[in-house]
Every structure is written in C-alpha cells, then in structure tokens.
Nanobody, 121 residues
Framework: QVQLVESGGGVVQAGGSLRLSCAASGSIFSIIAMGWYRQAPGKQRELVATITSGGNTNYADSVKGRFTISGDNAKNTVYLQMSSLKPDDTAVYYC???????????????WGQGTQVTVSS
C-alpha cells in the first residue's frame, strides 16, 4: 500500500502565506506525478497544481502567480507554497500521487487525507 501524509494547513489572514507538504511512502517503484487539489464546502474538488517527476508543472488559473508547487524526488515529497492567500482559497487541500509499483505495470492513484486551509478576511 501507499500512504500520503499531508501537513502544513492552518488558519491565516488574507494576504498571508502557508506551505503544504505531502510525503509519499510505501510500495512505490516510481512516482509519475504528484499534485494538490482542493474542495471547498458545497463545491466539487478542483485541481490546484501538479508536478511531474521531470519537473513539469501545471496550475489552475485562479492560483497562477500566487502558488508554487515543487518536489523532492529523493524524499517522495511535494510542496505547495501559497502566497497572497484569499478567503476564496479556503478549502480542504488534498494531495494526490500517481505511482507505479513495478518497473513494468499499471499506474495507481492515491489520495491523502486532506488538510484544512482557512483564510480569514
């Protein structure tokens, strides 16, 4: 099995910053990509940012220029640096990893348990 452990959520005032971390462990041969998604109350889960093992990144338009995703392949860890936070960023943030368990074989997706980010106005 694979476990994703997230940390770094909390309460911050508008304009502030937070850094989320997500560490993957378990039966992992390689990590294809990792990313962050968020879900606000009453809304669907949405993509925030993703990063591939090669370092290619993708961001939601709503966070471009404010959030930065980065990864540490040696630690199987992904980070999300969030700056200029807005109340609309309030949500539960989930980490996702796409991994392989063997050199040849299918890819698997795993989700973390989520971490709450609350931005007060």
């Amino acid at each position: 099995q694979v476990q994703l452990v997230e940390s770094g959520g909390g309460v911050v005032q508008a304009g502030g910053s937070l850094r989320l971390s997500c560490a993957a462990s378990g039966s992992i041969f390689s990590i294809i990509a990792m990313g962050w998604y968020r879900q606000a109350p009453g809304k669907q889960r949405e993509l925030v940012a993703t990063i591939t093992s090669g370092g290619n990144t993708n961001y939601a338009d709503s966070v471009k220029g404010r959030f930065t995703i980065s990864g540490d392949n040696a630690k199987n860890t992904v980070y999300l640096q969030m700056s200029s936070l807005k109340p609309d960023d309030t949500a539960v943030y989930y980490c996702k990893a796409i991994i392989t368990r063997h050199q040849v074989g299918p890819q698997y997706s795993y989700w973390g348990q989520g971490t709450q980010v609350t931005v007060s106005s």
